[in-house]
């Protein structure tokens, strides 16, 4: 679920998609599935991928690397049942 724009010079996240009515909370409930987490957009993804390492490694205090991690640990939650 995207959930803003992390600016690269100050990290503020700007929310650049009009709230909706809840779409992902909606249909995750509709589906019975938990929702594991909302993402921000955010350039260092990009360029991760780019230079061939992961998130983690190249911006590890990063909104979207702890984004991340906090979606990872919901679905090791998940499975763990």
Same mark, same amino acid.
């Given at each position: ?15 650049i998609?009009a ?16 929702? @594991?987490?909302?993402?921000?957009? $955010?350039?260092? =993804? &990009?360029? +991760?991928? #780019? /230079?061939?390492?992961? @998130?983690?490694?190249?911006?590890p $205090?990063?909104? =979207? &690397?702890? +984004?991340? #991690? /906090? ?8 499975? $763990?049942?």
């Open positions: 679920n995207m959930s803003g724009f992390v600016c690269p010079s100050c990290n503020h996240e700007e929310k998609f709230p909706s009515s809840g779409g992902a909370e909606e249909m995750c409930a509709k589906m019975h599935v938990p929702l @594991l987490g909302r993402i921000p957009l $955010d350039g260092h =993804v &990009a360029r +991760a991928g #780019d /230079a061939g390492l992961p @998130l983690s490694q190249l911006s $205090d990063s909104k =979207v &690397a702890k +984004a991340v #991690d /906090a979606v990872i640990t919901r679905i090791l939650e998940q499975t $763990d049942k």
